[in-house]
């Protein structure tokens, strides 16, 4: 049986709704140990589909666009070995002044350019 006093392996934002279910639980009367587990073993639920992304600004996204049409650029001069990489795009966002990651940058510049996931199809069958 758990305790309800000891601290759960759950993240501190939910342990204290979990600590009260359990307090709960534990006053009601369960006919099986199963249904009393499975009430403390399942995860949380919450909807994620409202989040926005916070980091994610207009001036970020402005400055992306710079540097992917500066990348055009370069392309179409037969500049293609010098064009900026994502991580180039990054260090030069972090330097002027943006506190943004890599993987958003690199998400974003996703999103921007519409690329489609690579996908290795193994020839033989």
Same mark, same amino acid.
């Given at each position: 049986?758990? =305790? ?15 600590? !009260? ?11 099986? $140990? #199963?249904?009393?587990?499975? =009430?403390?073993?399942?995860?949380? #639920?919450?909807?994620? &589909?409202?989040? #926005? #992304?916070?980091? %994610? ?5 402005? !400055? ?6 500066? =990348? ?7 500049? &293609?070995? $010098?064009?900026?990489?994502? $991580?180039?795009?990054?260090? !030069?966002? %972090?330097?002027?002044?943006?506190? $943004? &990651?890599?993987?958003? %940058? ?7 350019? =519409?690329? !489609?996931?690579? %996908? ?6």
């Amino acid at each position: 049986m758990v =305790n309800p006093n000891e601290p759960l392996s759950v993240k501190r934002v939910f342990q204290e709704k979990q600590r !009260a279910q359990l307090q709960e639980g534990n006053s009601k009367t369960f006919g099986d $140990i #199963k249904e009393l587990t499975d =009430n403390i073993v399942t995860p949380p #639920k919450y909807d994620s &589909s409202g989040r #926005k #992304k916070r980091k %994610v600004t207009k001036e970020l996204v402005d !400055a992306i666009k710079a540097h992917l049409e500066e =990348n055009e650029l370069k392309r179409h001069n037969g500049q &293609s070995k $010098i064009q900026k990489k994502k $991580i180039d795009i990054h260090e !030069a966002l %972090v330097d002027a002044g943006f506190d $943004i &990651s890599y993987s958003t %940058v690199c998400n974003t510049v996703r999103e921007l350019t =519409n690329q !489609a996931q690579k %996908v290795y199809i193994n020839p033989c069958f």
